[in-house]
């Protein structure tokens, strides 16, 4: 199905594994123009040369670090340098920090701080001029199921996430005048390679891993980046001209709340 997505020019941050590497690879598949970044770059290179293969996509690649006050300003510059526009950003960037409360320190709370709410702050305030002078685009926030449900054990990524979705928010009010329509993923427990550093560290298999904590799922099954990318690509397309300050849930029914 097309999704109006073609010739549109989208960035992506966080782009070389996981949800990143699969939300440029369906956005590429529809046709649109992408730049991604990421910290490591022999990682990002061989994403983007996959997705460029397997898409025909036009795929620009920048090192940056989310962390880095600098890094993410100048990611939406160069891309509206080298294709004259930006349509859509996809904040993907982030970790998962879940530690107990008493554990994490001050260090600890400005990273997660900075790589998950500055860090979409940063491309935001970076981004909107432009959206604003070509009449439109989309802010796509990834963020997690916990952030609208807190648990115990989950600092400090819960709170930089609920952050996030305040942020969400609020800018959609904001910016829905200008035809920017901003909206936000909460993930559950999706297959990752942060999930099989999980399984190494229980010395299982990454199999055995993901069969365990699927069991904790509704749906029996722990989700692929595949499937989160599906709805991202969504949220950039014509269908979501009327979708903003949303928060849309792909967790195989994990989540307690709406």
Avoid at 92 to 104: C, K, R
């Amino acid at each position: 199905m097309e999704l109006g997505l073609r010739g549109k020019v989208i960035a992506i941050t966080g782009g070389s594994e996981g949800i990143g590497r699969a939300a440029a690879m369906r956005l590429g598949q529809q046709g649109a123009k992408l730049s991604i970044c990421a910290r490591r770059a022999d990682v990002m290179e061989g994403a983007a040369e996959a997705i460029r293969k397997a898409t025909g996509a036009e795929v620009m690649t920048m090192v940056a670090d989310a962390a880095k006050p600098e890094d993410m300003p100048r990611f939406i510059e160069e891309t509206v340098k080298r294709y004259g526009r930006i349509d859509a950003v996809v904040n993907n960037a982030g970790g998962t920090g879940q530690q107990p409360f008493d554990v994490v320190d001050d260090k600890a709370w400005q990273h997660d701080i900075d790589i998950k709410v500055f860090a979409q702050i940063r491309t935001a305030r970076a981004a909107i001029p432009h959206m604003k002078k070509q009449g439109g685009g989309r802010i796509i926030n990834l963020n997690m199921v916990g952030a609208k449900q807190p648990f115990a054990g989950g600092f400090p990524t819960t709170i930089s996430r609920a952050a996030g979705l305040a942020l969400t928010k609020a800018l959609s009010k904001e910016l829905a005048p200008f035809n920017i329509l901003v909206n936000a993923v909460a993930v559950g427990k999706i297959k990752s390679k942060q999930q099989e550093r999980n399984a190494a560290r229980q010395g299982i298999s990454v199999e055995e891993h993901y069969a365990k904590t699927g069991k904790t799922v509704p749906m029996g099954r722990m989700g692929e980046s595949e499937e989160v990318a599906n709805v991202i690509a969504f949220l950039a397309s014509d269908a979501a001209s009327y979708v903003t300050g949303c928060c849309i849930n792909v967790d195989g029914g994990l989540s307690g709340v709406l």
